[in-house]
Structures are given as structure tokens and as C-alpha cells.
């Protein structure tokens, strides 16, 4: 690409701030054609690229308490690119593109062996059990800018790519090769009621998701802001996805500690 | 010990004078069976096969390009425009013909079908699309034409210039048209940029101008 | 020539060679490839939807009262997404859920596409003429009997344009049977009224609180308008004021509290009045309070001798010293606020919360102050003039209202649905003919629903003017189907605590998808073909055409803008007593008896993944709703309900167990989730599930908790204000 910087996006889901009320799950499943079943009660069919989780301190009534965390694909950009699920696939369905750190998913490529939902440490990739059935007359409300998905492949969040490719035709057409900030926002962020997720490019120092973040690209992205933590951290798949919270707990929870370990956040 | 051998050298003591004949007769047929497979696969695979794969269909309406460019004041733009949030508006729509089109222009035959069976009845012309990607390939007019500065024919070819529509081939196995592997079905001897426009085209451009064959997404979804 | 296996062999080669030396193999390979990618051969075929010019088209949901402006991007004449309108002074671009699903509701099988007709018990499709004159000869028949007064209409929307035109047809009809649902909103206003001499509608500046003590109220489940209190706690959490949330379940808004302080379900008052009596005891209270009125007098004595301390904490289940800093911290706060409403507060409080609250606030010196809350006139800008009526009618409207509202037993209520349904059951022969239900679900949305379906059932004529297959048009005689919300034309006064009220306008984003109607048209067709005085009361062509003679001078700015700001409606309701004057003997009336919780009792909640109104919710939105919620197993969609674990070990039954939960007036099989985040001894349920109509992806899963819990009149408003009910356990 002809462009100056390459760009890294990312967002910073503030779960503080998160309700956990499901708008982000929605907006992406109607931004990106997502489709849906008569049930869709059990979870390890039910395809939803933006997931809501539920997190418990296991502690007993009345100190009993709740966080939600939203778990889109991580974006995980390993070292120089070697993302988990695009390691192992045998056909190239997925690739880490260098200029904007997105991982991409091509449906048509794909030929649904699942290595990357084995490889993927978040859950985020989804298989197409069935091909996708809309009720009569509702096809009409899918979007032309996203394939759907038939049955056999894996599909999973792009982080709304298609808006940035609008983004991107509109600002050629206005005779730019640069986007502002708020462009290119994927789905789930425009939608989120609780503004709680901040998305943009993590290379931009003036974007907010990087002064929230303080990504060190010397080691890895990890935060330099000790109230944000990744999912995972030790794994180092090098995500984009940031959250930060408060609370000690929610943050403990976010990688696999092990009883009586130290205080997370200290890298 | 080995009675493969016996027997083979049993065969030959037997019949030496009859086997120079046969011999000779037999590689003909071979020569010869293996020219008949030869040109009966080369007739299938260069005339019968492109002859079977694509089905022809003709445009809903004749078209004179050329005839056109002199009337308007921006080149092909002036048709096929881009909209403001930078999307491509492709093949005019009928509303746009009708700006002139409201009523027959001239009395040739294709201006009388086109106003009467698609202008009086307010029906969309079904044009059929010769550079028509697949529907999973996303392509930005606006990266290629506002941002590369190339113009409409490197991918599309001097169709400004035309008079007349051609003929309209469409893959019977893929369902797409014919220009996207080109009239060469070697797909070796293309001689102008615009001959095919399969992914390897677009990869071949992207790899000389930007350095990069580019990331899946830059033209999936 | 003899083809002997030499030569046949040689036949393969040359043809293996010619083949290889045309494109054949190539080509075939890449086209097969191509086509096994495709959807093509499937029997379903899926294409990448037809791209087309994008375009937005902006206008209000009108889901929930909440008001939200949303922009809807279309390709070509499609709808695709809705997305929130920037710069909304509603939601500034956020919007939820269900707001979000809209076009599911739009294009969805639930539609109702044409007119129907129930025949020996399934609906067939009838033009609409065939249904206009159907239904204006069996109106007609009633009129011409001397039974006008027995036509009833339950309307949605009882406060916009739609609305008062069924409330015009019904007067101009005869009949003084329009019946609206009461909401949170005219619970507030009354207690107000009461209190402060002249009621109005609560607006919260919640954007400038700094101290938030929520009574159930589910700040961040649905309360209010939801987009705006997600805004408002963001904010909150920016600028470090503090939510508090009183509540028997750690629901959502609990759980996002700076505090959560659990509470036996039904004795939020108690704790609001135990609050009040330590801010006066410890002199707390705002400067302007007059101490010396005898009201407040009353109040202090009361609060002295029946809500000390100790009492409240042995009814409420808060402990003492938990008390003392909860009241301590709202009273010491800069600008504090208390609320109440229970859940997404889509029916009304109890006079007893609603002042309870109330007088905390002005203890706080919160009313009429910013960050606190401010008694709005609701908007008012329909003046039609009043029909002309007949002699049938002037006779027939001197019959008293069927649901009692507005007599000297219930004398503040405007409309009391669940009234009306007792009175119908509670003769052999239904006193209600006909009754036309607008945009509304009232089978599914009143309480005890059992008994709702049977007084339907005993209504002769049924009419569903519904764009939905919802359970109330399921049980209509007729069927006539409404545009949907993104398709129509409708004024949208919004209150919902917003701190300037306003109206909004939904505008049509796209044309009719089926051979449908605006309410509005469809009323005033039936009035042109009754004719008489009942036309002569719609002089308008057009439902547009009313609408637009309506809004007046202000069409121009609600069409193009989308709302119109309070600044230019009528001026807020500031004739009230001064909130320091307050009158509490109301409250003192109220307060001498202290409400009884049950051993065990059963809640409902709300949150946002499920539509607890009238409106289904849609496949997208049930597909958020997580397994401990609701699950499939053995080709039966169970609903969980929330228990902890000392709860289960009273009643004996373990996480995951299927079991009978029984009340009064129903039961119903539930499984268990055992969970920490809900106080002892109560149960609580999703509110929402258990549709029997709408579609696949919706009914028939969970219990409509509705089927559980019956009508609480309110002492004073009259108004049903169930909230829980006492229920049983049993293993199934």
C-alpha cells in the first residue's frame, strides 16, 4: 500500500463502564449478516462474533458481584503477525494484514477444517453448522457490503472492515488517503449505548484508544496503563483488544492465575 | 526359477516371423490411436470444451458508446459516476438515461425498443455486465481511479470507443461473464492490461505498484 | 483396425497429452473450484445481498417510550441497518437492543400483511373494504340498540395524535370506554400532585446528579428512556458521582452500582422513610424545609414511632449501621437524587414509593434543583376541537366509564385496564360488545393473563389494530394491520425522565412493505363508513393530513429536525407549592401500615436482552439471551429462575433442577439457576418470555411471568402496582 504509516487498530473496552446490555452483540449481527436460528439457547452453535460474557467473583450473597466483558476477535497479532488461527490454516483463509493488523476470514476460501477455533484462545471463531436461513421477505434487510456465510466455514468479527473500506472510497473520492478518528468506527462501538468501547489506531498517539491503552510496541502492545490489561496476556498472542477496569478481580480474571500467584499487572 | 521369462522367451522362439509384421502393424495402431486420443482431445479442449463452457446471450439493448462520448462534457464519468460517499454507481440506471431519453432520440431501431419497452414502462434495462466480479470481491472504483489516477481502460479497454455491444458470454459452471478469464482461455497471452481480470491480474498490479500483493481483505468479504 | 489394450492405452495417452496441452484442465480446475464456493448449488442459495445507492433516512423509535432518534441506512428501497442519529439530544447516537433489531420486527414472519378474519377459529384474509364494512355494521348494530357505552378501545399510545383518535372515535361513537395504560410517569405525577399541590410529570437531570439512590429502580435495565440513563451513568462513572442501588437482585444496574444494598422485594418505601427519619433526626434536612408546618410534623412523629433505625432494618433487611451512612451520604451529597420504579418501570409505582421518594428528595433539596428532579407539564399541543356529538351519543356518554376511573372510588385514575378485565369477567354476559386494541399487547403485558384471555374470549367482537402477530391480535375476531413504525407517520411526546421532555416525530423510512395502514387512516375510514356525526368528527382526508393540522406551525421544524424541545411547547408546570411547603400527610396516611413480605417471594426483572412490553422480542435480541436464562432441552424451551443457594437449601433444590413454581394464581415449570447475585428468599424471573403468538424464534419459550402475578390495586391512584407475589417451590 501507498500509505506513509501502517496502521494498527485496536479498541479499549472500558468495563467499568459496560452494562452488559447486549447492544454490541446486536449491532454486529445486523451489520454483518449474521444469521440466526428458531433456537438459539445452546451456545456452542450459536454464532456471535461479538460475544457478551459474564463475569462472577464467586463470592457468596450479598458480596456476590458481576462484570461483563465483551469479547470481539482479539486481532491477535502474535509476533510479526503470526496470530494464532492464521499459523495454522491449511488453505490461507485468513492472513494478518501488516497495514491495518486486522485478521482477516474469507468465507469462500475457507474449507471449514477448524484448526483456527482449536488454535484461537478466545473462542472467537464460529463454525457454520447449517447454511444460514432468513424467514421469507427478510432478506431484504442484509447488508451487500458482507458475504454471508454457507454452511462448513468459520466466520468470525472482521472489526467492521467494510467501514473501513467505505471510509477509505469516501475519503478518495474527497481527494485524501487519510482517515479522522471517528471514520472508521465498527459496529459494536458506534452502537454502544454506554460508550464503553473505544476503537482506533493503535499508532496514532492522539487516537483514544492509545492514550487509554499506552501500548508498548517494544514489548508486545502490552498496556502501560496498569488499570488495562489483555485477555491472556501470557500467551502472548499479542492482542488488540484492551480492557480496562477498576476492579482487581475482573482484572485477575482476565488471565489464567493460578491460586496465590502475585498481583497481575506487573509484566 | 523365473517363469515370466520362460514363458516370454517360449512366445518369441515360436512366432519370430509373424511378430516383425504384427509388430510393426501394432505400433501404427499405436501411433496411431495415440494420435487420434491426441487430436480429439486437442479439438475438445480448444473448440468444444470454450464452445460448451460459455453460453451467449445478447444485450437487452444496443449501445453506441462512441456516439455517446461526443454528447457529453465528461468523458465516461459523465455516466458512470461516482456518488458522494465515494461508492461507485456502476451501469447508468434508467432514471439517469432518461435525463435525454424521456423520449425516442433519433428513430433508429434499438432507440424505439429502448423507449418503448423500457423508458414508457418505467422498467430498469437488465444489462449484462461483461467485468462483473464475483459478488465476494469488494472493488473500490475510488482506490483505482481517484487515489492510483488510472484510467477507465487499463481494467476496461477502449469501450468509449465502441460502437456496438458485444456479445455476452457467461461461465455455464461459475455463472460469471467471460471477460474476467479473458477471450484467451490459456490465460498465458495477454497482451493488454485489460485482457483479464482474474485475482492473479489484480495481484501482478498490486505487487508492481504498491510493493504488495495486498491482504485477503483488501478485496474479499 | 483392431483396439487392442495397446492401442487403447496409447488412446488415453495422446489424449492424456492433448488434454494437457489445452487449457482444459486448467480452466475446468479453477471453474469448479469457483463453483464449489459458491451458493450456487445449494438449495438455499445465499448470494452477497444486490449493492445499490446508500442512503439514510432519520426518525424516532417508537419500541419504548424512550424516544431515541435513529437513522436508518438503506440500499437502494432496502432498509439494512438502524443505527442511533447523532446528535439526538435523546441519545446522541447510542441506541439498544431493541432499537437496533427494528428491521427484524420490519421484515419479520410475524408481520400481519394483510386484513384477517377469525373463522371457526383460524384468521382468514379478507380485503380491507370486506373488513371496514364488517366491523362498521356490527358497530352500527350496537349503536343502533342503545349500546354504544358498551364499546371499549385500549390504546398504546394514549397520549399522542393515534391515540386521542380512537379516544375522538369512541366519543363521538357514544362511549366513554377509552382505556390507556397507566404508567410510571401518572403514578409520579399524582403522588406530586398530592404532595406539592399541583402534579407534573418527573424530568431528572440526572446529567448533572452526583449521587444517585436508586429504589429498584433499573437504572440500567431498561428505566427511563435506556439510552440516555447508559449516557448518564457513563458519565457518572466519569465524574465520580455515585449510583446506589437498592435492589433484592443484583441485576444489571447493581451490578455497574458504586453500592449495591440488597433489599427484602417490596419494602423500598420502608427503607426510603427509614432514610427520611435519620436525616431529620440528625437535622439533615435542606434549609428551605419548614419544620414548624403541622404536615411535617405528622411526617417527623410517624417516622419516630414506627420507622426507627431498628425497625426498618428488621423489615427491610439493611442493617443499622448500613442505614446510618446510607442516609448520612445522600443527605451530605452535593446534589443528590433519589428514584424509584421498579425495573424498566413500564407500569406504575405505588403511591407509597412514589411519595416515600418523593419526600426524600425534597429532604435532600432536590426538587426543582439541578441534578435533581423537576415536575414537567407533559406536552400538550393536540387541541382539536371537541366533536359534535348526536343524541345517541350525548346520551350514551352519561354512562359511568366500565373500569371505574375517574368515580369517586378511583377519582385520580384516567384509565384502569386491569378494571376493565375484572368487570368483564365478572358478569355472565361481557358488559364490553366490542373492544379495538391499538398498539398494544394487553394479554401479554396485564397481569394474571389467564383471566385477561378469558374476558377476551367473552367479547363478541374483537378488533386488533396491530402490526404485529402479537398474543392480543391472536385473540382478535379481526385483524387490521398497521404500518409498522419505520413505515408511518406518528407524533411521539416523550416524558421518560428525560430533564426536558419533548415530542418526537417517527417518520415513514421506507414505503409500506404489505398491504397495510396508519391506525390513524384506518379510524377515520371506519368513522366515514359509520357516517353521521361519527364522520363528521374526521374532517381530515388523511392521517397526514390531521397530524400536520395538529402540529401547525411546528410541522416544518418536528419534520425536518425529527423533535421539537420543550422550549417550544406549552411552559412547564411551575405553579406548585414550593418543594420546602410540601404537604406530607398523604404520605403519613399511607405509611402507618408497613407492607408484608412473604416467606418466599417472586419478582420479576427486566433487562435489556428481552422486551418486556408489548413488542417481542426479536431473533436477534433472544439470541443474546445467555443459557442460564433460557434453554432448550427435550424440544421444550425452559426458563431458569434465580434462587441462592441458601434459598435452595431451605427449599430443598439443587441448580439445574426442574421444579413447580406455584402462586395464588398460576404456576408454572421453571428450572433452577442457583446464583449469589439475589437476596433470601426470593425468586425472580425474566419478565417478557412465554409469548404464545408472534413466531418461532420467540414463542413458546419461558413462562410469561405475567401468568403468575396478580393486579395490587393502589390504595390511593387505583392503578394495579404488582410487583412481586408470594410463591411456592415444589420439585417437578
Known sequence: MNQNHSKKFGMVIDLDKCTGCGSCMVACMSENNVPFKVDESNKLDSITWMRVYKLTNGKPFPDAEICYLPRPCMQCEGEHGHSPCVSVCPAVATDYDHTTGIVSQIPTRCFGCRYCMAACPYHARYFNWWDPVWPEGMKKSLSPNVSPRMRGVVEKCTFCFHRYQSAMERAYVENRDTLEEEEYQTACTQACPAGAIIFGDLNNEDHAVTKIAQPDHHHGGRPKNPQVFRLLERLGTNPKVYYKSSKEWVRRKGDNYVAGEGKPGKH | MNTTDDKSKHVADGETGAMNLAEDKGLLAVILSFLVGLVISLAIGWVVYPALLYSEQEQPVQFDHDLHMYEVSDGCESCHFFREDGTFAGVPTLAQCMDCHDSALGDTEEELKFVEEYVEQEKEVPWLIYSKQPDCVFFSHAAHVKKAGMSCEECHGPVGTSTSLKTYQENRITGYSRDIWGEDLTGVFKKHSWDSMKMDDCARCHKRETGSKGACFQCHK | ?732
Open chain 3, 1 to 732: 483396425m483392431k483396439i487392442d489394450r495397446r492401442s487403447f492405452l496409447a488412446l488415453v495417452a495422446g489424449g492424456a497429452v492433448g488434454t494437457a496441452l489445452t487449457p482444459l484442465p486448467l480452466k475446468l480446475t479453477d471453474d469448479l473450484s469457483i463453483w464449489t464456493q459458491s451458493f450456487r448449488y445449494m438449495p438455499n442459495e445465499v448470494p452477497v445481498p444486490p449493492d445499490g445507492a446508500v442512503s439514510t433516512a432519520e426518525s424516532v423509535c417508537t419500541l419504548c417510550p424512550g424516544g431515541c432518534g435513529i437513522s436508518v441506512r438503506k440500499i437502494d428501497n432496502r432498509a439494512v441497518k438502524i443505527e442511533g442519529q447523532e446528535g439526538h439530544p435523546v441519545n446522541h447516537g447510542g441506541i439498544c437492543t431493541l432499537g437496533l433489531a427494528g428491521l427484524q420486527l420490519l421484515y419479520g414472519p410475524w408481520r400481519i400483511k394483510k386484513p384477517l378474519k377469525k373463522e371457526n377459529g383460524t384468521f382468514k384474509a379478507v380485503s380491507w373494504d370486506q373488513a371496514l364494512t364488517d366491523i362498521a355494521g356490527k358497530l352500527n348494530d350496537l349503536r343502533n340498540n342503545d349500546k354504544a357505552a358498551t364499546v371499549a378501545g385500549i390504546a398504546g399510545n394514549g397520549n399522542n395524535t393515534t391515540g386521542r383518535l380512537l379516544q375522538r372515535f369512541l366519543t363521538a361513537f357514544g362511549s366513554p370506554n377509552y382505556v390507556t395504560l397507566p404508567s410510571s410517569d401518572d403514578a409520579m405525577a399524582l403522588a406530586a400532585g398530592k404532595m406539592l399541590g399541583k402534579s407534573g410529570i418527573p424530568a431528572y437531570d440526572f446529567e448533572n446528579s452526583t449521587y444517585v439512590l436508586s429504589f429498584s429502580a433499573g437504572v440500567l435495565d431498561g428505566w427511563g428512556s435506556p439510552v440516555r440513563m447508559f449516557q448518564a451513568n457513563s458519565s457518572w462513572k466519569d465524574n465520580g458521582a455515585k449510583l446506589v442501588q437498592v435492589d433484592a437482585r443484583l441485576s444489571n444496574t447493581a451490578a455497574k452500582a458504586d453500592t449495591w444494598v440488597p433489599i427484602k422485594p417490596g419494602t423500598e418505601a420502608v427503607l426510603a422513610l427509614g432514610l427520611a427519619n435519620i436525616i431529620i433526626r440528625d437535622g439533615m434536612q435542606a434549609a428551605a424545609i419548614e419544620t414548624n408546618s403541622p404536615s411535617f410534623g405528622a411526617f417527623r412523629k410517624l417516622l419516630n414511632e414506627k420507622y426507627s433505625p431498628k425497625d426498618v432494618a428488621n423489615a427491610t433487611g439493611v442493617d443499622v449501621p448500613k442505614l446510618e451512612k446510607l442516609a448520612r451520604a445522600f443527605a451530605k451529597a452535593s446534589r443528590p437524587v433519589a428514584i424509584c420504579g421498579n425495573g424498566s418501570a413500564q407500569d406504575p409505582v405505588s403511591s407509597l414509593d412514589a411519595m416515600a421518594v418523593l419526600s426524600l428528595n425534597a429532604l435532600a433539596g432536590s426538587i426543582n434543583r439541578s441534578g435533581g428532579i423537576r415536575l414537567a407539564a407533559a406536552p400538550d399541543y393536540i387541541n382539536w376541537p371537541a366533536p359534535e356529538l348526536d343524541a345517541v351519543a350525548e346520551k350514551s356518554l352519561d354512562t359511568p366509564r366500565l373500569d371505574g376511573a375517574g368515580t369517586a372510588e378511583y377519582r385520580d385514575a384516567a384509565s384502569l385496564p386491569h378494571r376493565l378485565i375484572q368487570k368483564v369477567n365478572s358478569k355472565a354476559q361481557s358488559p364490553v360488545q366490542a373492544l379495538f386494541v391499538c398498539d398494544a399487547n394487553p394479554v401479554f403485558t396485564l397481569r394474571d393473563s389467564q383471566n385477561v384471555k378469558t374476558a377476551f374470549e367473552k367479547i363478541p367482537l374483537v378488533v386488533s389494530l396491530s402490526a404485529y402477530m402479537d398474543d392480543t391480535a391472536a385473540q382478535a375476531d379481526y385483524i387490521l394491520p398497521l404500518h409498522s413504525y419505520l413505515e408511518r407517520y406518528e407524533d411521539f411526546p416523550t416524558t421518560a425522565g428525560l430533564a426536558k421532555p419533548m415530542v418526537g416525530l417517527a417518520r415513514p423510512v421506507i414505503k409500506p412493505v404489505f398491504d397495510t395502514k396508519h391506525p390513524g387512516d384506518v379510524l377515520i375510514a371506519l368513522a366515514n363508513a359509520l357516517g353521521g356525526a361519527v364522520a363528521g368528527a374526521f374532517p381530515w382526508g388523511t392521517y397526514k393530513d390531521c397530524l400536520k393540522e395538529t402540529l401547525a406551525d411546528n410541522w416544518g421544524t418536528i419534520s425536518s429536525k425529527g423533535y421539537l424541545a420543550q422550549s417550544t411547547l406549552a411552559t412547564a408546570a411551575e405553579a406548585m407549592a414550593p418543594a420546602g411547603q410540601m404537604d406530607f400527610s398523604a404520605l403519613v396516611k399511607l405509611a402507618e401500615a408497613k407492607p408484608q413480605v412473604p416467606e418466599l417471594t417472586l419478582i420479576p426483572y427486566d433487562c435489556m436482552r428481552i422486551s418486556g412490553g408489548s413488542i417481542g422480542t426479536p431473533p436477534f435480541v433472544i439470541k443474546t439471551v445467555a443459557d442460564t436464562v433460557l434453554k432448550k432441552a427435550n424440544k421444550k424451551t425452559d426458563v431458569f429462575i434465580e434462587i441462592n443457594e441458601v434459598t435452595a437449601k431451605k427449599f430443598k433444590v439443587k441448580d439445574g433442577q426442574s421444579v413447580i413454581l406455584e402462586t395464588p394464581v398460576g404456576k408454572a415449570q421453571v428450572k433452577i439457576n442457583q446464583t449469589e447475585g439475589i437476596a433470601n428468599d426470593v425468586i425472580a424471573m425474566p419478565r417478557g418470555l412465554g409469548h404464545a403468538a408472534f413466531d418461532d424464534y420467540l414463542a413458546d419459550k419461558g413462562v410469561n411471568i405475567n401468568t403468575l402475578v396478580a393486579p395490587v390495586e393502589d390504595p390511593v391512584s387505583g392503578f394495579d402496582v404488582a410487583w412481586g407475589i408470594k410463591a411456592q417451590l415444589t420439585k417437578a
